[in-house]
């Protein structure tokens, strides 16, 4: 039974996710609630972005340090950073502190619209409530997610930098030339943001199916923010290997 | 007495319904029509099925079997006929349902936003016209968390009222208001339908606040309908289920069982 309860329930995601796709229309109404979206869920989550991106170059600059120098290769150590920034962590990282900041709260969004009758009341009002509170914030995040991982990918090179040139003392002019050697615009560059489009819709869709389906009670709210930030980062981490296997060569 | 009323003057007719949640009947054999322009009380305990039939006219729940008509047609089952449908028919939620990142004129000007081509200056003014219609007309600005009780409930009615729907159904319309925000709520249903020549549907247990502006009222209980008629028979009636209810007995042949009432959907 729980094989066949599961079946249904991504039955259920999948039939939901073309419903979202169908409810988005173009209009004066569409584009206004699409740029409060990415305000609320891209421009507010610019901070820990920011913070994550540095100190993840930052880290990764001092473990590649250590481990190429062994080898007399520290110079290249801008290759390491680029290549590991840009093809797994910038997409996969920004993608998960993503949920966490704005999956969680379109789960909760969506959870209390839902236990105030706000849902139940666009439906009544003949507004398709998914064109109106779900469609604007999916595409929200399938624009915000893969800007979110370039300002990822700029404040871990900017880290990586000062900490490779003026800390270690790497030649400025070798970490610039080894990094634009090693990574490929379209190969390395391009499909970061392919990929974190996909995170972000599949960040988006998750949060919404659970919070939109949520039980209409404070407990359903919880249980969908929980289930929104596991279930979005589980799918996240599982896509990144599919597309990493597919997309890099 | 309903079978006697023209085809075309009726506005909601329900011939035979049975509504289920789940496996389990909540109503069956209901029988309604429920005249145009006429106030229709729809009394009964907490949890004897007032909302669900509520949810059967606006099409969110499907009959398991009967027909359940409005203004003639059936209500459909196609999602694009049934919001086609809904266009005509206001609906007041006991939660009010007010979208709280909006404020007050917003709220009410998005069905006008949505469903019509108007001009901004002229739906900005319906908006206006229908807050002072209920008596809101300076709360334009206001979000809904900075509004009373009785203040959202009129907001709900504001924007439930801005496309003009024939058909208005409030659901308890009278919750958590305190008797002086009831009064005002009860005196506007009566005014608004009489002046826009509405068919209202009230579905409530408030008895007392409600028959005095009815025309007509009908009691669920035990899972049908066991009373149907005008206000004033209603309080002439001997049936001990209705006289039960009506006084507020807690002996009778309703049940006083919240957990068994409770499973079947309010």
């Given at each position: 039974?729980?094989?066949?309860?599961?079946?249904?329930?991504?039955?259920?995601?999948?039939?939901?996710?073309?419903?979202?796709?169908?409810?988005?229309?173009?209009?004066?109404?569409?584009?206004a609630?699409?740029?409060?979206?990415i305000?609320?869920?891209?421009?507010?989550?610019?901070?820990?972005?920011?913070?994550?991106?540095?100190?993840?170059?930052?880290?990764?600059?001092?473990?590649?340090?250590?481990?190429?120098?062994?080898?007399?290769?520290?110079?290249?150590?801008?290759?390491?950073?680029?290549?590991?920034?840009?093809?797994?962590?910038?997409?996969?990282?920004t993608?998960?502190?993503?949920?966490g900041?704005?999956?969680?709260?379109?789960?909760a969004?969506?959870?209390?619209?839902?236990?105030?009758?706000?849902i139940?009341?666009?439906?009544?009002?003949?507004?398709?409530?998914?064109?109106?509170?779900?469609?604007?914030?999916f595409?929200?995040?399938?624009?915000?997610?893969?800007?979110?991982?370039?300002?990822?990918?700029?404040?871990?090179?900017?880290?990586?930098?000062?900490?490779?040139?003026?800390?270690?003392?790497i030649?400025?002019?070798?970490?610039?030339?080894?990094?634009?050697?090693?990574v490929?615009?379209?190969?390395?560059?391009?499909?970061?943001?392919?990929?974190?489009?996909?995170?972000?819709?599949?960040?988006a869709?998750?949060?919404?199916?659970?919070?939109?389906?949520?039980?209409?009670?404070?407990?359903?709210?919880?249980?969908?923010?929980?289930?929104?930030?596991?279930?979005?980062?589980?799918?996240?981490?599982?896509?990144n290997?599919?597309?990493?296997?597919?997309?890099?060569? | 007495?309903?079978?006697?009323?023209?085809?075309?003057?009726?506005?909601?007719?329900?011939?035979?319904?049975?509504?289920?949640?789940?496996?389990?009947?909540?109503?069956?054999?209901?029988?309604?029509?429920?005249p145009?322009?006429?106030?229709?009380?729809?009394?009964?305990?907490s949890?004897?099925?007032?909302?669900?039939?509520?949810?059967?006219?606006t099409?969110?729940?499907?009959p398991a079997?009967g027909?359940?008509?409005v203004?003639?047609?059936?209500?459909?089952?196609?999602?694009?006929?049934?919001?086609?449908?809904?266009?005509?028919?206001?609906?007041?939620?006991?939660g009010?349902?007010?979208?709280?990142?909006?404020t007050?004129?917003?709220?009410?000007?998005?069905?006008?936003?949505?469903?019509?081509?108007?001009?901004r200056?002229v739906?900005?003014?319906?908006?206006?016209?229908?807050?002072?219609?209920?008596?809101?007309?300076?709360?334009?600005?206001?979000?809904?968390?900075?509004?009373?009780?009785?203040?959202?409930?009129?907001?709900?009615l504001?924007?439930?009222?801005?496309?003009d729907?024939?058909?208005?159904?409030?659901?308890?319309?009278?919750?958590?208001?305190?008797?002086?925000?009831?009064?005002?709520?009860?005196?506007?249903?009566?005014?608004l339908?009489a002046?826009?020549?509405l068919?209202?549907?009230?579905?409530?247990h408030?008895?007392?606040?409600?028959?005095?502006?009815?025309?007509?009222?009908?009691?669920?209980?035990?899972?049908?309908i066991?009373?149907?008629?005008?206000?004033?028979?209603?309080?002439?009636?001997?049936?001990?289920?209705?006289?039960?209810?009506?006084?507020?007995?807690p002996?009778?042949?309703?049940?006083?069982?919240?957990?068994?009432?409770?499973?079947?959907?309010?």
């Amino acid at each position: 039974m729980p094989f066949v309860a599961a079946t249904r329930s991504l039955g259920r995601a999948g039939l939901f996710s073309l419903s979202v796709l169908r409810a988005s229309k173009p209009s004066a109404d569409f584009f206004a609630e699409l740029v409060r979206e990415i305000y609320k869920i891209g421009a507010r989550s610019l901070p820990i972005i920011a913070v994550g991106g540095a100190f993840v170059g930052l880290s990764v600059t001092l473990l590649g340090y250590r481990a190429l120098e062994t080898y007399g290769a520290a110079n290249q150590i801008s290759a390491l950073v680029g290549l590991g920034l840009y093809r797994e962590l910038a997409p996969v990282l920004t993608a998960l502190l993503f949920i966490g900041r704005a999956g969680s709260s379109i789960a909760a969004e969506l959870g209390l619209m839902r236990a105030t009758d706000q849902i139940t009341a666009l439906g009544l009002m003949a507004i398709d409530p998914v064109a109106k509170v779900v469609a604007p914030r999916f595409w929200a995040a399938v624009i915000c997610v893969p800007l979110l991982t370039g300002f990822f990918c700029s404040l871990g090179i900017s880290a990586s930098y000062f900490e490779a040139v003026h800390v270690i003392g790497i030649d400025a002019g070798t970490f610039w030339q080894v990094l634009r050697d090693a990574v490929d615009y379209r190969h390395d560059f391009l499909v970061a943001f392919e990929k974190s489009a996909v995170f972000g819709g599949t960040a988006a869709l998750v949060a919404s199916y659970v919070g939109y389906h949520a039980e209409p009670t404070i407990e359903g709210t919880s249980v969908a923010t929980t289930r929104a930030v596991v279930n979005a980062s589980l799918l996240v981490l599982m896509f990144n290997f599919v597309l990493s296997a597919l997309l890099f060569r | 007495m309903p079978v006697a009323t023209p085809t075309q003057d009726i506005a909601v007719r329900l011939t035979d319904v049975r509504l289920d949640r789940g496996t389990r009947a909540v109503l069956s054999g209901i029988d309604l029509a429920v005249p145009r322009g006429s106030i229709t009380a729809v009394l009964g305990p907490s949890g004897s099925g007032k909302s669900t039939l509520l949810a059967a006219l606006t099409g969110e729940l499907v009959p398991a079997a009967g027909t359940v008509e409005v203004f003639g047609q059936s209500v459909p089952r196609r999602q694009r006929a049934l919001l086609e449908l809904r266009k005509g028919i206001g609906v007041l939620l006991q939660g009010n349902g007010l979208l709280t990142d909006l404020t007050v004129a917003e709220n009410v000007a998005l069905p006008l936003r949505t469903h019509t081509r108007l001009p901004r200056p002229v739906i900005d003014r319906l908006v206006a016209m229908k807050l002072h219609a209920v008596g809101l007309r300076t709360a334009g600005d206001l979000y809904p968390r900075e509004l009373s009780g009785g203040m959202a409930r009129r907001v709900a009615l504001a924007r439930a009222l801005a496309l003009d729907p024939p058909l208005m159904i409030y659901d308890e319309p009278l919750t958590g208001l305190d008797p002086i925000a009831s009064g005002v709520i009860m005196s506007l249903i009566a005014r608004l339908n009489a002046s826009l020549g509405l068919t209202s549907i009230i579905v409530t247990h408030h008895v007392h606040e409600t028959l005095p502006v009815a025309d007509r009222a009908i009691v669920i209980a035990n899972g049908h309908i066991v009373f149907s008629g005008t206000p004033s028979e209603l309080e002439a009636t001997a049936d001990p289920l209705v006289l039960q209810f009506l006084r507020g007995e807690p002996d009778g042949p309703i049940a006083f069982d919240t957990a068994e009432r409770s499973r079947e959907a309010a």
